[in-house]
């Protein structure tokens, strides 16, 4: 498949919260709010701390712009006076609570109640002190029940029609809040302190406010609420005519960091699991530099593996134990016991194993759990099992053949080869048009494209790569069928031969991919690959040679459409070193374009779908290859389907590419690499398998 699209997904609501924007959330989230006395008492300074002088989009004289808050240096006199809980005293006079308090790196911020703070009265060159507990402490005995709050509505605000993972109707998920427009009515309605009426007449006081652009955020006391209460209704500031309620503890910002600690799930199998590429001064090499933790992404997957209680191991061998896991914009940080760990010997580019039930005992260093088909010791040369399609050069054929280079096409370029060497995905299947590179049947290839198949080629060597030379042109050439009077059998053969006199002596050069996706070939196409093959040789007799299978070359179809392809005994021999070919995705069509986003995948459709091509395979004692695969970013039934199709595939050592990365894809939803740069889902599931070196030679072969 080859399809060169930009696919705009929908974005996720951002929401300021009180944090660094660069923080990876490590926060101490509050389980009570001390209200504040209305007695005066003597209040004395514990310790008093200067104002960190940050003045950015987020920031300014080191004041949060978006809800009340500071930033201070985080030392340790600073860290045991400045807690939740403890009142402050600003330098305007006024005195606060601390409801939070967020580490990043060197500096902290304590989070307090309240509306936010003015930065010309309290920011930097301004301090700020923490007071003694004993000016804070609540009367002894309890006070007088209150009377019930009735309240008459003063204003109203539509709700937010916000649905995702963080939203129902407006209405926030994880504790009780909504989302309105930020208007000046509402700024001026909905405060901290101030009570709302919902539409089921119930009465809640709010504990914070977050702005985010056009929208706020009003977070109320209380347990969280139905999506039933948001939008269409509305939300109604009340005002109390009688004594309040005194104000519960806040709730948890929205898109803070998310504490979870789930009980241990029923024993699984220890699973592989790539390191976030996170560098600076919060980590190195997704591992965490203030206390020993790691950096994974927010994967329905590495959610169920990583709990309290759960056991890590590092490539070194090391185990840990999971403390603590905090969710916050598609990673999960993981906090651990013991001490400090090593970003240099455990971090990115190596992986790590998560299990709940433990490891036995330590491996040796770099060694990983792996699922092998046999018991036997792992193979001294282990094949890649799983790779990457690297599109690029296949791209505008449908608007100019054979079309300008850099305009219509492009191929890939050192960074993409280096970057998936580094997230040992180091086999390479690379597509191209056969009309670029022999732009006329039966003559000379054409210099400048063999320059660059040949400059992409020292790329892949540069960084240990193998590279399968896909001939990207669905059994067609400038649109003619293969064995036509146009394009007959014996100019296919010779195209090949050429081809392979260019690369027959380049190390990067592993195999030799005959034809994408033929169909519609009326019953030619076995003919034709027995004659490429022969002719490709009598020029490399030792590289790989991948035979597709006709019908789009689908596993599923396969045995239906590709029983003729094999009827030459020469195209059963195993000493010829043939691979056959299939392709496999998951939508209803077998197409590859899920097409309806909300489908959900069964499981095991994967391997439903491999079964017939790898029987079949098994049968006739053939080697095999899924040359394309891949999951949309939006759906998580298909990725978990990914999971379990590589797996059996692995089991049967049979390699996969995955479809696609390299560069033009904009935000193609199947793409590992994308304009935004945002977290590819199915990256976790490709990397975890792909440390799997338990197969020395391509399967099934039995």
Same mark, same amino acid.
């Given at each position: ?9 929908s974005h996720?609501l951002?929401?300021?919260t ?6 990876v ?6 389980q009570?709010v ?10 004395s300074?514990?310790?008093? +701390?200067?104002i ?8 300014l @004289? ?21 807690k ?20 990043s ?19 930097y ?10 000016a ?12 019930a709050?009735?309240t ?20 926030w998920?994880k504790?009780?809040g909504?989302?309105?427009p ?20 119930q ?6 406010i ?27 500031a ?14 948890? +910002?929205?898109?803070?960091?998310v ?7 029923a ?18 090499g997704g ?8 950096s ?11 709990h309290?209680?759960?056991?890590v191991r590092? +490539?070194?061998?090391?185990?840990r ?26 971090g990115y ?12 005992s330590?491996?040796? +260093? ?7 088909p046999?018991d036997n010791a ?13 599109a690029?050069a ?10 300008k ?5 492009i191929?890939p370029?050192? &960074? &993409?080869?280096k970057?998936?060497?580094n ?18 049947l039966?003559?000379?290839?054409n210099?400048?494209e063999v ?6 080629? &020292? ?11 896909d ?7 400038y649109?003619k069928?293969?064995?036509s009077?146009d394009?007959p ?12 006199? @260019? ?7 592993y ?6 996706e ?20 009598m020029?490399?007799s030792?590289r ?26 020469w195209?059963? &021999? ?5 691979v056959?070919?299939a ?6 069509d ?24 790898v ?6 004692k ?9 999951a ?9 389907a990914t ?7 692995n089991?049967n ?7 696609a ?6 935000e193609?939803? /199947?793409? /590992?690499?994308? @304009?935004?740069?945002k ?12 440390a799997? @070196?338990?197969?020395g030679?391509?399967?099934p072969l039995?």
């Open positions: 498949m080859s399809i060169k699209i930009a696919i705009t997904g996720r951002l929401l300021s009180a944090i660094f924007s660069s923080m959330a490590f926060a101490v989230l509050p009570t001390i209200a504040a006395t209305t007695s005066p008492v003597a209040v300074a514990i310790a008093t +701390a200067q960190n002088n940050f003045t950015t989009s987020e920031w @004289k080191g004041t949060w712009r978006g809800s009340a808050g500071f930033s201070i240096p985080a030392t340790a006199q600073n860290k045991a006076a400045f939740k809980g403890v009142q402050v005293r600003l330098a305007d006079g006024q005195v606060r609570t601390i409801n939070a308090v967020y580490f790196g060197a500096h902290m911020s304590p989070m307090l109640s309240g509306s936010t703070l003015d930065a010309s009265k309290t920011g060159p301004h301090s700020v002190s923490a007071l003694s507990n004993s804070v402490q609540p009367p002894v005995s309890a006070p007088a029940a209150a009377p709050a009735s008459s509505a003063a204003h109203s605000s539509a709700i937010n029609n916000y649905t995702n993972n963080d939203w129902l109707n407006g209405v998920r504790s009780a909504f989302s309105i930020t208007s000046t009515a509402n700024t001026a309605a909905f405060k901290p302190g101030a009570s709302v009426k919902l539409a089921d007449g009465v809640r006081q709010i504990t914070a977050y702005t985010s652009g056009q929208n706020m955020s009003v977070m109320l006391a209380g347990s969280t609420l139905g999506g039933n209460l948001g939008y269409p209704n509305k939300l109604y009340a005002t109390p005519s009688t004594v309040a309620p005194s104000a519960p503890a806040a709730p948890s +910002a929205p898109a803070a960091p504490v979870t600690a789930p009980s241990a799930p024993s699984k199998p220890a699973m592989t699991v790539a390191l976030n590429s996170f560098n600076g001064k919060d980590f190195l591992i965490y530099l203030s206390s020993p933790g790691i994974v992404q927010d994967t329905e997957a590495n959610r169920a593996a990583f309290k209680g759960a056991q590092f +490539a070194n061998g090391q185990i134990t999971v403390n603590m896991v905090y969710r916050f914009g598609g990673n999960m940080t993981v906090l651990l016991d013991g001490a400090q760990v090593n970003g240099n010997e455990v580019p190596r992986t790590i194993s998560v299990s709940s039930t433990g490891f036995s330590q491996p040796a +260093a770099g060694s990983g759990n792996v699922n092998s046999a792992a193979p001294a040369n282990p094949i890649n099992l799983i790779g990457i399609n690297l690029g296949e791209f505008g054929a449908g608007e100019a053949l054979p079309g280079y850099t305009i219509h096409y191929y370029g050192e &960074d &993409d080869f970057r998936y060497a997230l040992n995905m180091k086999l390479v299947r690379l597509p191209f048009r056969w009309e670029r590179i022999q732009p006329k039966n003559s000379d290839l210099g400048a320059t660059r198949l040949m400059a992409t080629l &020292d790329h892949a060597k540069k960084h240990n790569i193998q590279v399968i030379l001939m990207h042109n669905y059994y067609r050439y649109d069928l293969i064995a009077k394009v059998i014996s100019a296919f053969a010779d195209s090949w031969t050429r081809i392979a006199k @260019k690369v027959v002596n380049h190390p990067a050069v195999g030799y991919g005959l034809m994408n033929p169909h519609a070939t009326n019953g030619k196409w076995p003919d034709a690959a027995l004659a490429a093959a022969k002719a490709i040789r020029v490399d030792k790989w040679i991948y035979v597709a299978g006709d019908r789009w070359s689908s596993a599923f179809h396969w045995p239906s459409y590709n029983i003729q392809l094999i009827n030459d005994p195209m059963r &021999d195993p000493k010829n070193n043939l056959y070919e392709h496999l995705y998951l939508d209803a077998y197409s590859g374009k899920y097409r309806d986003p909300k489908a959900v995948y069964d499981p095991m459709e994967g391997v439903k779908r491999a079964k017939p091509f029987e079949w395979l098994t049968k006739y053939l080697r095999g290859f899924i040359g394309e695969h891949g949309p970013d939006f759906s998580p039934s298909a990725i978990v999971d379990n199709l590589l797996k059996y595939l089991q050592c049979i390699p996969s590419t995955y479809w990365g390299g560069p033009w894809w904009g193609y939803a /199947l793409a /590992l690499d994308v @304009k935004s740069g977290s590819r889902p199915q990256l976790p599931i490709l990397l975890k398998h792909a799997n @070196k338990a197969c030679a391509i399967g039995k």
